[in-house]
């Protein structure tokens, strides 16, 4: 069964940002599916742990080190994918920073730097991803990572918020454009994940009790509680869902 199916054998998927978290729990998920996976980060000691991690699993895994705020960065590693023979069919935008800080207080460096990695690079290594799905004519299929704060704002996370609500409107511009390639661009909008970056929410009393008092699930969630829906829209079972944006929060927005 081709349609409606959860199958991604055959299928090769770039998570950016899989070292840990997150990228990590979606790019576990998507192997165990049957994919063979890519995994991306800055830093190759923590990028080789977390493939060997996955490969000790038994899964199909592989790291390509790059920055995907930096556009030659980028190329070229889609160039050595080209050299390899390695097509990327599922592109997973996840890399992402955070910086807290009220805005009276924020510096230029800081919001360039959040909105570069989070929402730029969603655009660079989406290009480079859809310029070879198109020139292989099969299609592919795009996630791009946002957050509650694609659709809500939190105060001291100004660069943040406004790069994640760029996310959900990238996914829908990817999608006017490319939907007739067979190319599927959505988001997935995680809420209050037990992550590293948010590390410090979680060990803060007050946050912690924020979280769990405002969510109607009353927890915080967990990476790995991601990775269905992200198998979901990198499998034939979307093919026709499109530019729309999907929450895993615990029903967070539903009673905000
Ligand atoms: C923060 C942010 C995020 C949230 C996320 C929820 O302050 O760090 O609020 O990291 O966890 O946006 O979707």
Not at 107 to 130: P, Y
Not at 193 to 214: C, Q
Not at 224 to 233: F, H, Q, S
């Given at each position: 069964m081709?349609?409606g199916?959860?199958d991604?054998?055959?299928?090769?998927a770039?998570?950016?940002?899989?070292?840990?978290?997150i990228?990590?729990a979606i790019?576990?998920?998507l192997a165990?599916a049957?994919?063979?996976?890519?995994l991306?980060?800055r830093q190759?000691?923590a990028?080789?742990?977390?493939?060997?991690?996955?490969?000790?699993e038994?899964?199909?895994a592989q790291?390509s080190?790059f920055?995907?705020?930096?556009e030659?960065?980028?190329?070229?590693?889609?160039?050595a994918f080209?050299?390899?023979?390695l097509h990327?069919?599922i592109?997973?935008?996840?890399?992402?920073?955070?910086?807290r800080a009220p805005?009276l207080?924020?510096?230029l460096?800081?919001?360039?730097?959040?909105i570069d990695?989070?929402?730029?690079?969603?655009?660079?290594?989406?290009?480079?991803a859809?310029?070879?799905?198109?020139?292989k004519?099969?299609?592919g299929?795009?996630?791009?990572?946002g957050?509650?704060?694609s659709?809500?704002a939190r105060a001291?996370?100004?660069?943040?918020?406004?790069?994640?609500?760029?996310?959900?409107?990238?996914?829908?511009?990817?999608?006017?454009?490319?939907?007739r390639f067979n190319?599927?661009?959505n988001?997935?909008?995680p809420?209050?994940?037990?992550?590293?970056?948010n590390?410090?929410?979680?060990?803060?009393?007050?946050?912690d009790?924020?979280?769990?008092?405002?969510n109607?699930?009353?927890?915080w969630?967990?990476?790995?509680?991601l990775?269905g829906t992200?198998v979901y829209?990198a499998?034939?079972?979307?093919?026709?869902?499109?530019?729309?944006?999907?929450?895993?929060?615990?029903?967070?927005?539903?009673?905000?």
């Amino acid at each position: 069964m081709s349609q409606g199916s959860f199958d991604l054998s055959g299928r090769t998927a770039l998570v950016t940002g899989s070292a840990r978290g997150i990228g990590l729990a979606i790019a576990r998920g998507l192997a165990q599916a049957g994919a063979r996976v890519v995994l991306n980060g800055r830093q190759t000691a923590a990028l080789e742990q977390a493939v060997s991690t996955l490969a000790a699993e038994g899964l199909d895994a592989q790291g390509s080190a790059f920055d995907v705020a930096d556009e030659q960065a980028v190329r070229q590693a889609f160039q050595a994918f080209d050299e390899q023979g390695l097509h990327i069919d599922i592109l997973v935008n996840n890399a992402g920073i955070q910086h807290r800080a009220p805005m009276l207080e924020l510096e230029l460096k800081d919001w360039q730097r959040v909105i570069d990695t989070n929402l730029t690079a969603a655009f660079l290594v989406g290009r480079e991803a859809a310029r070879r799905m198109i020139a292989k004519g099969n299609g592919g299929k795009i996630i791009n990572i946002g957050s509650l704060t694609s659709e809500a704002a939190r105060a001291t996370v100004a660069p943040y918020t406004v790069a994640k609500g760029g996310i959900k409107l990238l996914s829908r511009s990817m999608a006017a454009e490319w939907a007739r390639f067979n190319i599927q661009a959505n988001s997935i909008g995680p809420g209050y994940i037990l992550t590293d970056m948010n590390e410090a929410l979680v060990n803060n009393p007050e946050f912690d009790a924020w979280v769990k008092s405002s969510n109607p699930a009353q927890r915080w969630g967990k990476p790995e509680e991601l990775a269905g829906t992200a198998v979901y829209l990198a499998s034939p079972a979307s093919d026709y869902v499109n530019g729309q944006i999907i929450y895993v929060d615990g029903g967070w927005l539903a009673v905000l």
